[in-house]
């Protein structure tokens, strides 16, 4: 076997690992706009917000000054169970497109969470237990999120409450078991256990819930509980200043490498493992060091930022969170009930909202049925089964590659590589007996939803 120019995998070692998450804001000239009380319209304060969230994560949420944080010691150490991920050179997905393009991803589906999430999740649970909390509430789309909370919360001996929204809940009850085995209490969202998911169920009879909703009744059982505060996985500044490790650590690969990626790619559902994925490459490009394609991939049945409006709106169907400027379908928006549960979020991240809306990275939207043949392709050759809301990663960045090859071009592309898909197997079904259907919303829908912005 001829030898590759560099090795297929490339991971660092313990001692390399990053011990400080970065906070792209920092860099950021003009910041992300403020989180505003819903009530009285003003930016709201720490100490409002420590009702809902851990003390320290409020500190990290509100912080858009502080470049880099340190990584506490007990989370450094959970960390080296699951991480360093490796950065993947897809030499196979490369021969079998015939592109001259260098293909890379960063895999981030070697824990039992399958996903990035964990990532997050242990620096949350950490700071719950630091503050003496019972436990924590929480949502779960797909369902990654949950299982990944369930996990700290198990390891910092931590109740964990998750509202899962009932479409998943009833297409995934493997991963309501995972949970349940690392002690979490699971509840199918709308529920009748929360005021607010009464009132959702009796507006929308039968519905199948959304992420929107279960953060409302996540929150409400938070702050109706003693000892409780809500955490949330994915959207909020804190948890893409904890997801940044994926970018240190690939790009430290790259720099072992000595490559520089032209081009990066990530799905966004709320954004965090994007904003995470691409935040030292960000900086550099922020600070003019260096400059990259940067492309969200969202899906069309859910597009916040190709369809979406850039406005103040709430991340709940409940309206009982802050209100936050993003890309937004509008918080009332229930996207059709895609097989990418993860990317089925009416907002998007405020810090990656306004680097968008400064035209500092790009975003496409993609079709169900085109992403899972992209993930087929992927799976036959590179081994690994991608979760859905990955291969929507996998599909732009398989078409750039066939654009390089009809160019000539010899780019370097970098995906994030997400997470696993073995609990999605009803979609894969679906996919193989040609039975998957692609739903676009209308702009009637959309119409529908940007009138109940609220007015800011
Ligand atoms: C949750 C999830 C996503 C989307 O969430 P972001 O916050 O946008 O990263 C993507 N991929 C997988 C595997 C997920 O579990």
């Given at each position: ?10 991971y ?15 860099d ?17 304060t ?9 003390k ?18 007990e ?32 895999f ?10 964990l990532?997050?999740?242990?620096a ?9 909390l019972?436990?924590v ?34 297409q995934k ?8 085995t ?17 009132a ?10 959304s ?10 059982a ?16 804190q ?27 990530g ?6 493992n ?49 209100l ?16 990418a ?13 306004e ?8 975003a ?21 089964l991608?979760a ?10 398989i ?5 390089c ?18 609990f ?12 998957m ?16 912005l609220?007015?800011?």
């Amino acid at each position: 076997m001829k030898t590759n120019d560099v090795p297929y995998k490339t991971y660092l070692t313990e001692d390399e690992l990053p011990t400080a998450w970065y906070n792209l804001r920092a860099d950021m000239k003009t910041k992300p706009a403020p989180l505003l009380n819903p009530g009285t319209l003003k930016p709201v304060t720490a100490e409002e917000l420590e009702r809902v969230f851990c003390k320290e994560l409020v500190k990290q949420e509100l912080d858009d000054t502080t470049a880099y944080i340190p990584i506490p010691d007990e989370v450094q150490k959970f960390y080296r169970m699951f991480r360093p991920s490796p950065l993947i050179r897809a030499y196979f997905l490369e021969r079998a497109l015939g592109t001259p393009a260098k293909i890379y991803y960063k895999f981030e589906g070697n824990n039992t969470s399958g996903s990035h999430k964990l990532n997050s999740a242990v620096a949350q649970a950490y700071y719950a237990k630091a503050q003496g909390l019972k436990g924590v509430t929480t949502e779960t789309g797909a369902g990654q999120w949950g299982t990944a909370l369930s996990m700290a919360c198990a390891f910092f001996g931590l109740d964990c409450q998750v509202y899962m929204v009932k479409c998943s809940y009833e297409q995934k009850p493997f991963r309501r078991e995972v949970m349940r085995t690392y002690g979490a209490n699971v509840t199918p969202s709308p529920s009748m256990k929360t005021k607010v998911g009464r009132a959702i169920n009796a507006a929308h009879p039968g519905t199948t819930g959304s992420l929107g909703c279960a953060i409302s009744e996540a929150v409400e059982a938070a702050v109706s509980q003693d000892g409780y505060r809500y955490v949330l996985g994915s959207v909020l500044a804190q948890v893409l200043l904890h997801q940044s490790i994926i970018g240190l650590e690939a790009k430290k690969a790259f720099d072992k490498l000595g490559v520089k990626p032209d081009m990066i790619i990530g799905c966004a559902g709320g954004g965090s493992n994007l904003g995470g994925l691409i935040a030292p490459f960000m900086g550099e490009k922020l600070r003019g060091e260096a400059d990259y394609r940067i492309v969200a991939v969202e899906p069309a049945s859910c597009p916040s930022f190709t369809r979406g409006r850039y406005a103040y709106d709430f991340c709940d169907t409940g309206r009982v969170c802050p209100l936050q400027k993003m890309y937004t379908l509008g918080h009332d928006f229930i996207p059709s009930a895609s097989h990418a549960g993860g990317l089925r979020y009416h907002g998007m991240s405020a810090t990656l909202s306004e680097l968008y809306d400064q035209k500092l990275m790009e975003a496409r939207a993609v079709e169900q049925t085109s992403v899972f043949a992209a993930a087929e392709q992927f799976a036959r050759v590179e081994g690994i089964l991608p979760a859905p809301e990955s291969s929507h990663a996998i599909r732009v960045a398989i078409d750039e590659a066939l654009r390089c090859k009809a160019e000539g071009k010899e780019e370097t592309i970098l995906f994030g590589l997400t997470g696993t898909g073995y609990f999605d197997m009803v979609a894969y079904e679906k996919f193989n007996d040609g039975a998957m259907c692609d739903y676009l919303p209308t702009d009637a829908d959309l119409a529908a939803s940007f009138a109940k912005l609220p007015k800011v």
